[in-house]
């Protein structure tokens, strides 16, 4: 569990940190994504919802940012990241959820790791990779795929 929640920490700094070092970024509009994009964030977002539409171009590697506020059960505005591919598959789904929908025994993990803590923001992230393992020249090698092309190796 710890291992996990490391790594989706690391993927996310390293989504974000791809987006704004290396990559160009270009604003689009809802009717630019190509079609696959469109129906992926229709199933999630209302167009009337969404704030901001990027396109990140990584080395050739394609991928759509969108930025959405959203209410949710009819009470507070919450704020959604959404990461997706150029062939529609849904990379990365970052949301704000309130502090109390974790379970208490997450609560009380995170009060006796944390004594005092004020929690200021708490996100859900879905990511969604392919982990490979496999051999080259009979010499193991292990990487994480995205649905966008980039590899990631593991150790």
């Known amino acids: 569990m710890k291992y996990r929640l490391f790594s989706t920490t ?46 990140i171009n990584d080395n050739n590697l394609i991928r759509f940012e969108i930025e959405a506020d959203k209410i949710e059960n009819k009470q507070e505005l919450m704020t959604w990241d959404i990461v997706v591919a150029a062939n529609g598959k849904l990379m990365k789904l970052t949301k704000e959820v309130p502090y109390f929908s974790l379970s208490y025994p997450q609560m009380q993990a995170i009060e006796a790791r944390y004594p005092g803590i004020k929690v200021t923001e708490t996100e859900s992230v879905d990511v969604h990779f392919f982990d490979i393992i496999g051999e080259v020249k009979d010499r193991p090698t292990r990487f994480r795929l995205y649905d966008d092309g980039f590899i990631e190796e593991q150790l």
């Open 10 to 55: 690391v993927l996310v700094a390293f989504l974000h940190s791809t987006a704004s070092a290396s990559a160009e970024t270009t604003a689009l509009q809802f009717d630019q994504l190509p079609e696959p994009v469109r129906n992926t964030v229709s199933e999630i977002l209302d167009r009337s919802q969404i704030s901001r539409i990027s396109q």
